[in-house]
């Protein structure tokens, strides 16, 4: 079957950087992708790897291991708008997305 | 330019009734989808419209219909609601089946079923 894991929650501290992991297991790939959603709002894009490495924008960077079925998506210098839910998602060979449940990210000041 | 816009953001219903969600996109794009957002899972495609007048079935279609008669339009209706499709729906548009496929998401529409 198809399946997203990713941390259900995880704080970090203002001004700190935190790394929220994702692992897939998709019937073939076409992309793996994060979305932050605030409370109460909609999904907002943030990133999109179909290669191997590091992909990096601004404080945020994503990084994709097709071999390991693994991506991880890395917030520098957290603020605290920060605080809210990633969405990691794959893109399976139907070019349909397989979601993730989200990882709450809760920051402190 | 409003993107993409959902109506009613809030509903209640009792069970049995019948509802249409209606999504409106002023961004051109060809790929419309309307998922479901429960708490502890993933978001869960319903149905999904490739163009105008086309539509297909997602992950959990049991209880929904859908139409896409005009491009900028899908409706997602209830026949007859049950609670278990209290959730928050989210309407969601792309441009077409590239490999970015980044989504933009409507505000979502709070469904409570009693």
């Known amino acids: 079957g198809q399946n997203i894991d990713q941390p259900t929650e995880m704080t970090a501290t203002e001004g700190a950087i935190v790394q929220i992991n994702c692992t897939y297991q998709t019937s073939g790939f076409n992309g793996l992708f994060w979305y932050q959603q605030h409370a109460g709002e909609a999904p907002t894009f943030l990133s999109y790897?179909?290669l191997d490495g590091l992909e990096e924008k601004g404080r945020f960077s994503s990084f994709l291991s097709r071999s390991k079925g693994y991506s991880y998506l890395l917030l520098k210098e957290l603020q605290m708008k920060d605080s809210a839910s990633y969405l990691c998602?794959?893109?399976?060979?139907?070019?349909?997305?397989?979601w993730g449940a989200g990882t709450k990210l809760i920051i402190k000041p | 330019n409003a993107g993409v816009t959902q109506t009613p953001k809030f509903r209640v219903l009792k069970t049995g009734q019948s509802m249409t969600l209606l999504c409106a996109q002023d961004m051109n794009h060809e790929y419309m989808y309307w998922y479901r957002q429960d708490p502890g899972m993933g978001l869960r495609l319903i149905h999904y419209s490739v163009g105008e007048g086309t539509t297909a079935k997602g992950e959990v279609p049991d209880g929904y219909n859908v139409s896409r008669l005009k491009k900028q339009n899908f409706l997602l209706g209830l026949e007859s609601a049950a609670p278990s499709q209290t959730s928050v729906y989210f309407c969601a548009v792309q441009q077409g089946s590239t490999n970015t496929g980044e989504l933009f998401f409507g505000e979502g529409s709070r469904l409570t079923v009693l």
């Open positions: 998602a794959a893109m399976d060979s139907n070019y349909q997305l397989i």
């Open positions: 790897n179909v």
